[in-house]
């Protein structure tokens, strides 16, 4: 056995032994991890009820679903709660883009930070699961190698290991997109939406994706016919990824559920690099107590404003 | 198939149900349009939608269809068809689904109970079964309609009538009462369990909310009526209402071909009857 | 937005000699700018379709991309000044909101004169009119075409 | 081939392997490939069609085009997908007539498959098989150096007799080869079969099973999207101008809203209840109704759902 496979699964046991902790002595309701999947070198995110299907749970380099998208749906109130009706005690077990995800959907009342035990795992990177036939079972994602913070801040229960160091974020590759021409720019992106069938993956397993009712799902007025009308699913991908402006942590969940491969990145990417430049917040890292597009400065930038005045 | 609007309606206070009278527009549709009681047809608005739309007329109003219509502000269909006017066309195609099996009825007893909305198919029966030429087919008949209150009621006028009939029982309840209201209070299922109309030879008719369908068949039980003689119409999103686009599905059937009207002892146990 | 439910309400054509420019307009400067401009006859070219909205701040990124897909040649967003908003703040956020989607389509490759954003108050008649040349002039530069517009293309039959 | 109808074949597509395209003189066949991502339903059954216009005041059809189209080199599961497809749409209450004029004009030939073309594959399970002639004309095999090909319908015979110049008996070390092929690939894939599973299963009304098999999905719709049979759809109407035309769109089961009424009324508002529809009509109505498993073991779904849900396990939970 491989040195790094021994580290995996001291750490492995050491999530498994905090998270019976968690249940005997009754702290949580349910815990979300991981637990081996059906296909070889996988795992599927899981939702751990007892101290049983703790021991079910696993931790190793496939673990790449950011089990925060389940939160909202398991903070939502029901309509007409029951008596006695009470919001459950989750645990979650998170690398550093869960726990950066987390911390927004807190902030945007989506999650209930005292009900919350964040278990935070230490992350090497993740694999996303192999999909595309033409590709080799791959290796650490781009989010991965990108990240500029594999563990989770203001953890419940810190799990020791190794972590990755942190990447530079320097925006490499979406600053030389950007020196490409207008018209390459417009093929590349209108080339990568063509792939899209408009399956909703992008925004389902994206956790800031919590609208109970999507604009694109909208019939009064209808913003993007949901079929494969090219024009539509320009308007869907805009939209949707413009609505994570200054939220979006980078952490590729939707770019590992498309069925497509849709590089979504190389466009989210870009507006969490002008939130960083433009107002200086990079969601779940910095501090900001509200989003950034939902404040104001009185010296934000005016520059992008037209001036009929000005020669 | 274009049809014109003849005449509007308005069926309540609320000023959310309308109900739709349409002329055919070209003869041949006329001709080739026979529906029984029960069926329901896609109304569509062009460059709008289509929505499934249960038949208020009966089938022997002969020359007109009606439609009887509640806005929803989500629903786009059916806002739009509020907003026309009388004179303006609209499409229908059908008749859809299977019917009330009022020919086996023959000779039987029948007890129909609705509940506000979804009065329309039964609407339709009773023209049907009061008609001259129908009625003596029958034996007793039972109506028991509710509404949520008195301004939800539908088709007023001819309730009035039917109240005055001799060959028919009408029962007329409303869930809250008012001061203007002078009928009876309360909900349909406790109604039924007063009134209990003898399931002897008989079979009942009934259609209402899911909610008035779950409660309404354990007393329909009690008073003797077997599940294979409740007969009941059930209403789900549609799209081809051919039995292909699996929006209607309840179990293995589909609303829309097998449907809306089914026996209750075919739908009893599938989770999703939606009662 | 019902008139969102019917498309193409704009012209599709790309050799087209007049643009067509929506105009989100706040009702409490820009608007009141633009009946100013009106009302002491300063002369402005006529392609503008003028949307009133409550506040700047009211802009949807959507409405933007939507007149967009729906043939506009150009989008432009008018409000109050900083400082001067009906509603306080509603500009302050919108201006952060529109930095960033003015970025953002420009990164897609959505050229910069095609969406502009400005300032205009209800005293400013002289001011709107000089914006309304300006982006009309801006867009008839153009020399590349309309990137996006509802296409009767179906994509994606081919993987 | 190619020049009395449109050809579609594997051809080579960096990102996803093979994809279904134009053959032509100049692409290059790709017989050695997996499957292709997308379902070769899309060319019966398109995502996106415009069915009528609306102008003036009446409504026209779309008028129904059929290019004639040979489908050549599908696997054979989803050659089945297609028999089952027709069942659908061809079947004797409605016969839908934009189905029909594609399928007409097209003739399939399947490819036999060498080895699974990935460790979800399980159509030995579901009836199916590498070399599963159901919904093809005719079947193709790759034996290395030389293509064998079968008919199997009248239309596929004919296809092949026009093409006789290009063709030769096959020797019987040929034919016992393909023989081979097929055992072998039978060998790597799964022995359990699932064609009884309409009659056992067992826990289907109880909503608990649902709930945990449901806990992690996320409502998206890669897998029917991607399924070989999922036929679900929607019409959309749109105005253009003055007048309006209607689209038809493949629509999910797995959307919330995909049966939400305009009441607000959702039958099926939970994802346990929207992934109850949609094995269950796999394994149950589709059966009932069509006689048909309406699961071909593609592994399209288990490969590409987000959330790594297996269909396999689903059922086998069902039925337990």
Not at chain 1, 109 to 125: D, F, S, T, V, Y
Not at chain 3, 73 to 81: E, N
Not at chain 4, 58 to 76: A, D, W, Y
Not at chain 4, 243 to 262: I, Q, V
Request: with cysteine; proline share 6%.
């Amino acid at each position: 056995m491989q040195p790094k496979d021994y580290a995996m699964q001291t750490i492995e046991t050491k999530m498994r032994e905090a998270i019976k902790d968690l249940f005997i002595h009754g702290k949580v309701d349910v815990v979300i991890g991981f637990q081996k999947g059906s296909r070889p070198q996988s795992a599927r995110p899981f939702f751990a009820r007892s101290a049983d299907d703790a021991g079910k749970m696993i931790w190793n380099d496939h673990c790449s679903s950011n089990v925060a998208v389940f939160l909202p749906k398991l903070f939502e109130k029901p309509q007409r709660p029951k008596e006695g009706f009470k919001l459950p005690r989750v645990g979650v077990v998170t690398k550093g883009c869960d726990g950066r995800s987390i911390a927004g959907l807190v902030k945007e009342k989506q999650a209930l930070r005292e009900n919350l035990i964040i278990i935070g795992m230490p992350c090497g990177g993740m694999k996303p699961p192999s999909k595309h036939n033409g590709k080799k079972a791959a290796d650490v994602g781009r989010a991965c190698v990108e990240c500029v913070n594999s563990t989770t801040s203001g953890a419940d229960i810190v799990i020791s290991g190794e972590s990755k160091k942190p990447a530079k974020g320097d925006y490499a590759r979406i600053k030389k997109f950007e020196s490409l021409p207008a018209n390459k720019r417009w093929e590349r992106f209108v080339a990568e939406i063509s792939k899209c069938i408009r399956c909703n993956a992008c925004r389902q397993a994206c956790p800031n994706c919590y609208c109970k009712v999507c604009f694109a799902d909208q019939k009064k007025p209808s913003w993007a016919v949901p079929g494969a009308v090219l024009s539509d699913t320009i308007v869907f991908h805009i939209g949707r990824m413009f609505h994570q402006a200054g939220r979006c942590v980078e952490c590729d969940a939707c770019v590992n559920a498309c069925p497509m491969g849709i590089d979504l990145r190389l466009f989210t990417q870009k507006l969490a690099m002008d939130a960083k430049e433009l107002f200086g917040c990079v969601p779940g890292v910095t501090s900001e107590e509200v989003p950034p597009l939902q404040t104001f400065k009185q010296d934000d930038s005016e520059c992008f404003i037209t001036d009929p005045e000005e020669k | 198939m274009p049809m014109r609007i003849e005449q509007i309606r308005l069926e309540n206070d609320a000023k959310d149900l309308k109900t739709f009278r349409l002329s055919f527009c070209n003869k041949d549709d006329e001709n080739g349009f026979n529906y029984k009681c029960g069926q329901f047809a896609m109304v569509s608005v062009p460059g709008i939608g289509e929505s499934p739309i249960g038949i208020a007329s009966s089938p022997l109003d002969k020359g007109i269809l009606e439609f009887t219509v509640k806005r929803y502000p989500t629903g786009v269909v059916t806002t739009a068809l509020h907003d026309l006017s009388e004179g303006d066309t609209i499409g229908v195609r059908g008749p859809m689904g299977n019917s009330f099996p009022l020919e086996d009825l023959m000779g039987k007893n029948l007890v129909i109970v609705g509940g506000g909305f979804a009065f329309t198919t039964l609407r339709s029966t009773i023209r049907y079964l009061l008609s001259d030429s129908q009625r003596k087919n029958y034996g007793a008949v039972t109506v028991i309609y509710g509404a949520r209150s008195a301004g939800e009621l539908l088709y007023k006028n001819e309730l009035a009538q039917w109240q005055e009939r001799s060959d028919l029982t009408t029962i007329v309840t409303v869930d809250k009462g008012s001061d203007s209201w002078q009928g009876r209070v309360g909900l349909v299922p406790n109604v039924l369990k007063e009134s209990a109309p003898s399931a002897l030879d008989a079979y009942c008719i009934v259609c209402g909310p899911p909610i008035m369908l779950k409660f309404t068949m354990p007393p329909l039980l009690e008073l003797g009526f077997t599940p294979d003689k409740i007969l009941t119409s059930l209403e789900r999103k549609m799209t081809c209402g051919m039995g292909k686009c699996g929006r209607c599905n309840v179990g293995k059937y589909y609303v829309c071909k097998d449907g809306p009207v089914f026996s209750y002892d075919k739908i009893k146990d599938i989770p999703e009857n939606g009662f | 937005m019902a008139s969102l439910q019917g498309r193409r309400i704009l012209s599709k054509s790309n050799t087209l000699k007049e643009p067509t420019i929506v105009a989100f307009l706040c009702n409490w400067c820009s608007y009141a700018g633009a009946d100013l401009a009106g009302v002491s006859r300063l002369q402005y070219p006529a392609n503008v379709r003028v949307i009133r909205v409550p506040c700047s701040g009211r802009v949807d990124p959507l409405y933007i991309v939507k007149a967009l897909q729906e043939g506009a040649d150009g989008v432009l967003v008018s409000g109050c000044h900083p400082g001067d908003c009906h509603y306080i703040s509603g500009n302050l956020v919108a201006r952060r909101k529109f930095a960033m989607l003015k970025s953002f389509l420009e990164y897609l490759g959505i050229e910069p004169q095609r969406v502009q954003f400005s300032w205009v108050s209800a005293s400013e008649g002289g001011r709107f009119a000089a914006l309304i040349q300006k982006v009309v002039s801006d867009i008839k530069n153009l020399k590349t075409p309309k990137k996006f517009v509802a296409t009767e293309r179906l994509c994606n039959a081919d993987y | 081939m190619a020049k009395d109808a449109e050809a579609l074949g594997p051809i080579a597509d960096g990102e996803h392997g093979a994809v279904l395209g134009p053959l032509s003189d100049t692409t290059a066949l790709m017989l050695d490939y997996g499957n292709f991502k997308l379902p070769p339903k899309r060319r019966l059954f398109p995502q996106c069609e415009v069915i009528s216009t609306y102008a003036d005041g009446c409504v026209s059809e779309t008028k129904q085009r059929s290019v004639k189209t040979v489908l050549f080199g599908i696997r054979p599961c989803d050659a089945q997908a297609i028999a089952h497809l027709d069942k659908v749409f061809l079947g004797d209450d409605a016969i839908d007539p934009y189905y029909k004029s594609r399928r007409d004009a097209t003739l399939v030939i399947s490819l036999a498959c060498r080895r699974p073309a990935s460790t979800e594959c399980f159509c030995s399970s579901t009836g199916a098989g590498p070399a599963s002639k159901a919904g093809a004309d005719a079947m193709a095999w790759n034996l290395g150096t030389s293509l064998l090909f079968e008919s199997i319908t009248v239309k596929g015979e004919a296809f092949l007799k026009k093409h006789a110049a290009l063709l030769r008996e096959a020797t019987p070390e040929e034919l016992q080869a393909s023989k081979k092929q097929e055992s072998a690939t039978l060998k790597e894939l799964p022995t359990k079969s699932l064609a009884d599973v309409p009659k056992l299963l067992k826990n289907q009304n109880d909503p608990a099973i649902w709930e945990e098999v449901s806990s992690t999905c996320l409502s998206c719709g890669a897998c029917t999207y991607l399924c070989p049979t999922c036929h679900c759809f929607d019409f959309y109407d749109e105005k253009q101008g003055d007048g309006a035309r209607k689209l038809r769109l493949h629509d999910a089961c797995m959307f919330e809203s995909f049966a939400l009424e305009a009441s607000g009324h959702n039958p099926r508002a939970r994802a346990s209840q929207r992934m109850r529809q949609r094995v269950m009509h796999k394994f149950s109505y589709a059966p009932e109704n069509y006689n048909e498993l309406f699961c071909v073991g593609c592994g399209r779904c288990i490969i590409h759902c987000p959330s790594s849900i297996d269909i396999r396990e689903t059922v086998s939970k069902v039925i337990l």
